[in-house]
């Protein structure tokens, strides 16, 4: 089978039921069927078909299943054995705790976030990207995984004034004007047990309304 992850590509967690499955599905065909969004969405279109195909038949999503767990580097034997995972950290980690570090720049990740939920200058052709992370777990994280938790910011209509930026003739002070306020939501990350240094796990955001961009983490183990 292919080495890309289908359910990234569907955005939708590895738990997913066939239910939802069939509604991702759904949801995608309709934004990238090259009849509706043109030729250039057709080699994301045929991707979706392909995960889908995978994912909506049992046999050959177990198939893929364990296609995924040899390739992260998880034993059968300790994903049969796993129990519901355990948190590694009481408090989320915030998504952008170093904000200075992000290339090319905090702002224009930024705003193109924003574009999720304000849906204004989204160009036709925008395609996911990847938000780099890197976690570092120590080597007893590594060995028994877990869920770290991250928060995500999102954005809603500022309650105050609707989403007009505007309280009768003044500005609004909750939103700046912006119509937007800012929400954290919490995505969970699981780490598979045995986690080898170098692991990357992607993380689909559709699910929290974020369309365009996915998590990337590269697992790090610091063993000093």
Same mark, same amino acid.
């Given at each position: 089978m292919a080495s890309r992850d289908y359910y990234v590509t569907l955005g939708i967690p590895r738990t997913e039921s066939a239910a939802g499955i069939r509604s991702a599905f759904r949801d995608l065909v309709k934004r990238h069927h090259p009849d509706l969004s043109g030729a250039e969405e057709a080699d994301d279109f045929r991707e979706v078909v392909e995960a #889908?195909? $995978?994912?909506?038949?049992?046999?050959?999503?177990?198939? #893929?299943?364990?296609?995924?767990?040899?390739?992260?580097?998880?034993?059968?034997? $300790?994903?049969?054995?796993?129990?519901?995972?355990? @948190?590694?950290?009481?408090?989320? $980690? &915030? !998504?952008f705790a170093h904000?200075?570090?992000?290339?090319p720049s905090f702002d224009a990740m930024f705003d193109? !976030?924003?574009?999720?939920?304000?849906?204004?200058?989204v160009p036709k052709s925008e395609?996911?990207?990847? !938000?780099? =992370?890197?976690?570092?777990?120590? &080597?007893?994280?590594?060995?028994?995984?877990?869920?770290? &938790?991250?928060? $995500? @910011?999102?954005?809603? &209509? =500022? @309650?105050?004034?609707?989403?007009?930026?505007?309280?009768?003739?003044?500005?609004?002070?909750? =939103?700046?004007?912006?119509?937007?306020?800012?929400?954290?939501?919490?995505?969970? !990350?699981?780490? @598979?047990?045995m986690v080898a240094e170098g692991t990357v796990i992607d993380l689909p955001l559709e699910g929290i309304g974020v369309s365009n961009f996915r998590l990337r983490i590269l697992i790090h183990i610091d063993r000093w």
């Amino acid at each position: 089978m292919a080495s890309r992850d289908y359910y990234v590509t569907l955005g939708i967690p590895r738990t997913e039921s066939a239910a939802g499955i069939r509604s991702a599905f759904r949801d995608l065909v309709k934004r990238h069927h090259p009849d509706l969004s043109g030729a250039e969405e057709a080699d994301d279109f045929r991707e979706v078909v392909e995960a #889908y195909r $995978v994912l909506s038949d049992a046999a050959l999503r177990h198939r #893929y299943d364990e296609e995924l767990r040899r390739r992260e580097g998880v034993p059968r034997e $300790v994903v049969s054995r796993r129990t519901a995972a355990e @948190p590694l950290t009481r408090e989320p $980690v &915030p !998504l952008f705790a170093h904000s200075d570090e992000i290339r090319p720049s905090f702002d224009a990740m930024f705003d193109r !976030l924003v574009r999720n939920f304000t849906r204004i200058g989204v160009p036709k052709s925008e395609r996911v990207e990847p !938000l780099h =992370c890197d976690v570092v777990l120590s &080597p007893e994280e590594a060995s028994r995984g877990g869920v770290l &938790p991250i928060a $995500v @910011p999102v954005f809603q &209509p =500022c @309650p105050e004034c609707g989403g007009s930026g505007r309280t009768w003739l003044f500005p609004c002070l909750r =939103c700046g004007q912006s119509g937007l306020v800012e929400e954290a939501v919490t995505v969970q !990350l699981e780490i @598979p047990p045995m986690v080898a240094e170098g692991t990357v796990i992607d993380l689909p955001l559709e699910g929290i309304g974020v369309s365009n961009f996915r998590l990337r983490i590269l697992i790090h183990i610091d063993r000093w």
